[in-house]
């Protein structure tokens, strides 16, 4: 049975190919010759014998599938972009098996989001305070429209679809590891107009990680401890776990933080 053909351009002409064979566009051609000469730094590493080993540990490391759809991995994808973090290259972290379908999307993404206006003047608001502060509540007032918001009680209620107090360990390392994706992101993108990172204590990764790239405020809820102790218990909220934390943030310094009451 003859294969079915297709319409496609080989070298600049119009031609009947077999549906299957895949054809170097002549923009593909120009566009790779044009990073050869200008990107040299860029192709040699991706021609390297470093980045082949390392391309093969994410395969084995992912199982061989698209980290997204479940499919085939066809290919180890930057989660932040090599030449937007060229320092996080070989980072684990940062790299994730896709399938081609997976990867042409999120390139589509990105390509947005750099030609598309979607840069904006982004300003990090860590807001900390005690459980019962009014974190939450502060944050949902003075929001915009182009925020983001990390809020971990939010995201453990939303994941186990358990009250915000009860928590589960194993959803735990789930929420822990978006937001260090999350935080990797941050470092390289302008998306949003603010981001709000509702937290009890101060994070000093947060500080070295974003303030070289963006302007950081800091913001701290302060209400007194048994205010917040009367708030929890009128919402049953309150148990021993959170005794602790009470005790904990006692020791933590606030110094370069604004004071603001909820």
Not at 8 to 37: C, H, M
Not at 67 to 78: K, N, S, T
Not at 237 to 249: A, G, K, M, T, Y
């Amino acid at each position: 049975m003859t294969k079915p053909t297709k319409l496609t351009f080989i070298n600049g002409k119009p031609t009947l190919a077999p549906y299957d064979q895949i054809e170097r566009k002549d923009n593909d051609r120009t566009y790779n010759q044009s990073r050869d000469v200008n990107q040299t730094k860029y192709v040699k590493f991706y021609h390297s014998t470093l980045w082949t080993h390392k391309r093969e540990t994410i395969k084995q490391r992912d199982l061989d599938l698209c980290q997204r759809c479940g499919m085939e991995l066809e290919l180890v994808d930057h989660i932040v972009p090599s030449k937007d973090d060229w320092e996080d290259r070989l980072s684990d972290d940062n790299l994730q098996g896709l399938c081609n379908a997976c990867h042409q999307l999120k390139t589509k993404r990105e390509w947005i989001k750099h030609h598309k206006g979607a840069n904006r003047y982004m300003t990090i608001n860590i807001v900390c305070g005690l459980p019962g502060s009014g974190k939450s509540t502060y944050v949902y007032k003075h929001r915009t429209e182009h925020d983001l918001i990390y809020d971990y009680d939010s995201l453990m209620q939303s994941l186990t679809g358990l009250p915000s107090h009860v928590k589960n360990f194993d959803v735990h390392d789930y929420i822990v590891l978006f937001f260090e994706q999350m935080l990797r992101k941050l470092k390289s993108e302008q998306t949003f107009d603010n981001v709000w990172i509702i937290q009890t204590y101060p994070d000093e990764r947060i500080d070295s990680l974003l303030s070289p790239y963006h302007h950081v405020n800091h913001i701290l809820i302060d209400v007194d401890k048994q205010t917040c102790i009367d708030r929890l218990n009128n919402d049953k909220r309150l148990n021993s776990s959170l005794i602790s934390v009470f005790n904990e943030f006692e020791t933590k310094n606030f110094t370069n933080f604004k004071r603001v009451t909820e």
